[in-house]
């Protein structure tokens, strides 16, 4: 009955649940400041350097897979500074010994709604009838960052409308850019909404939503890699449109980073050794590998490398552009859940986490997302 009443559509799935409150994850204090938060901001400020040194390397570019034809395109955005909403990095972490960064999900990343709101909710509802002490809290301060980043942005682009864009039949991607259209509201901004596939061209090489507005500004649910080799590919440099996020998150949000990050950081403790798929005779052949293409998201088209012999773990689209090595570090596992912390950051800041639980080793779309407290 909550759920509905605030809109939150997904939280269950195909049958299963999503949303998943028979558990949560208890931290202390200086868990989360010292081996997430920290952390994950200068993860953040070495994966932005990386970004500096590929958009300046021609060699980099065409590692990283970005069409040549769009690489003016995306340096540009880098060096006219523009402004980052948010992203999310993925850390193997057990409580324990330091978080390890799998990857960074900063273009499109998604439980964005269920982290920022509605598992706070969760948490005052669980004080409120004396289930939780009152004392508990909860590492998330995402909406108030995000309503913030916001207004920044339209100040930045001079804009006081923003649309918003995602793909037709999904839900989760529907709820996750509704709720960025009330954060905008609440901000100021007057919102629209377009679906990705309805997005139009006119004449004069605007992009253009249903009713023929142009979109200034949009903030869209859709990965930088698809739209760089769309039909439309050609247009994005000269439609004068100011998107959300910006072009430069295509070498944040590529796996490629994470090879680099280890070049550039050696034996940094929470980084994982990492390595291009033509130069895996730097990997150890008696270790286990992880293997990833380049653009993979939710978990798709990964392998595992274990004495030369390579297995299957999941299916999906991806690998075309190329693979990276991770060396395996497995999730934990507690009661039975292989667990994995997402570390959000809005802009700069370090903004909250998520968790999601499955009983198998990777973390899909359909995984389960439970709440998390400080005590």
Not at 31 to 47: G, K, L, S, Y
Not at 138 to 154: C, D
Not at 244 to 250: G, H, L, S, T, V
Not at 273 to 279: A, I, K, T
């Amino acid at each position: 009955m909550l759920a509905a009443e605030y809109g939150f559509h997904f939280h269950t799935m195909y049958g299963e649940p999503y949303w998943d409150e028979s558990a949560y994850y208890q931290f202390s204090l200086a868990q989360i400041e010292n081996h997430i938060e920290d952390p994950t901001a200068e993860i953040h400020q070495m994966c932005l350097s990386i970004v500096d040194e590929v958009v300046n390397s021609e060699k980099l570019m065409k590692r990283f897979a970005i069409p040549q034809a769009h690489w003016d395109f995306v340096r540009q955005s880098w060096l006219n500074k523009e402004p980052s909403l948010y992203s999310r990095l993925d850390l193997v972490y057990d409580g324990v010994n330091p978080a390890k960064l799998l990857e960074n999900n900063a273009d499109t990343p998604t439980s964005l709604y269920e982290s920022g709101f509605w598992q706070w909710l969760w948490l005052e509802h669980q004080v409120q009838e004396g289930h939780i002490a009152r004392n508990a809290d909860q590492f998330n301060s995402l909406q108030e960052k995000l309503v913030h980043r916001l207004g920044e942005i339209a100040q930045f682009y001079q804009v006081h409308e923003m649309h918003f864009a995602c793909c037709k039949d999904t839900e989760e991607d529907r709820g996750t850019v509704q709720y960025l259209q009330d954060c905008a509201s609440e901000a100021g901004i007057e919102d629209k909404f377009v679906y990705v596939e309805d997005i139009g061209l006119s004449e004069n090489g605007l992009f253009t939503d249903m009713s023929n507005n142009p979109l200034l500004s949009c903030f869209k649910l859709y990965p930088w890699e698809f739209m760089l080799s769309e039909s439309y590919g050609d247009h994005l440099e000269t439609a004068d449109t100011n998107w959300i996020e910006p072009p430069w998150k295509a070498i944040l949000s590529n796996k490629a980073l994470l090879p680099l990050l280890w070049q550039r950081f050696p034996n940094h403790p929470n980084l994982l050794p990492s390595y291009f798929s033509d130069g895996a005779h730097k990997a150890s052949s008696n270790e286990k590998w992880i293997k990833k293409p380049l653009f993979s998201r939710e978990g798709a088209n990964i392998s595992l490398l274990d004495n030369g012999e390579e297995k299957v773990l999941s299916e999906g689209p991806y690998g075309e552009e190329g693979f990276i090595l991770q060396a395996y570090s497995p999730l934990p596992v507690f009661d039975g859940n292989h667990t994995l912390i997402g570390s959000w950051l809005v802009d700069d800041m370090p903004a909250g986490i998520s968790i999601r639980e499955d009983k198998s080793p990777i973390t899909q779309d359909l995984s389960r997302y439970l709440p998390h407290i400080i005590l």
